[in-house]
Nanobody
Framework: VQLQASGGGLVQAGGSLRLSCAASGLTFENYAIGWFRQAPGKEREEIACISKTDGTLYYLDSVKGRFTITKDAAKSTVYLQINPLAPEDTALYYC????????????????WGQGTEVTVSS
């Protein structure tokens, strides 16, 4: 199983990015995919998730209205659109998969991508 996160970069505050998480080696339709981030010196936090069944979405309160998670089942890819970016969004962003449903329990996410770095300058 592989989850490949990409799309990070250095962006000015107010700009936008679209992160991608391409999955392979798993039955994509049977998994929820979550996006997480970890800023320097902080714990990893779950910021968005899309479940496998009805596409139920979860967003961390602090990112609601700026982050949008979508999926393209034909490409086995989940996207995270961030607009507008703020300096506090600077972090390493990961995607991970959990069976069927989104959950707040990080331990339920079995497979993790390698992370893509987002740096937002003020």
């Amino acid at each position: 199983v592989q989850l490949q996160a990409s799309g990070g970069g250095l962006v000015q505050a107010g700009g936008s990015l679209r992160l991608s998480c391409a999955a392979s080696g798993l039955t994509f339709e049977n998994y929820a995919i979550g996006w997480f981030r970890q800023a320097p010196g902080k714990e990893r936090e779950e910021i968005a998730c899309i479940s496998k069944t009805d596409g139920t979405l979860y967003y961390l309160d602090s990112v609601k209205g700026r982050f949008t998670i979508t999926k393209d089942a034909a490409k086995s890819t989940v996207y995270l659109q961030i607009n507008p970016l703020a300096p506090e969004d600077t972090a390493l962003y990961y995607c991970a998969s959990a069976p069927f449903f989104c959950t707040a329990q990080l331990g339920a996410f079995r497979f993790w991508g390698q992370g893509t770095e987002v740096t937002v300058s003020s």
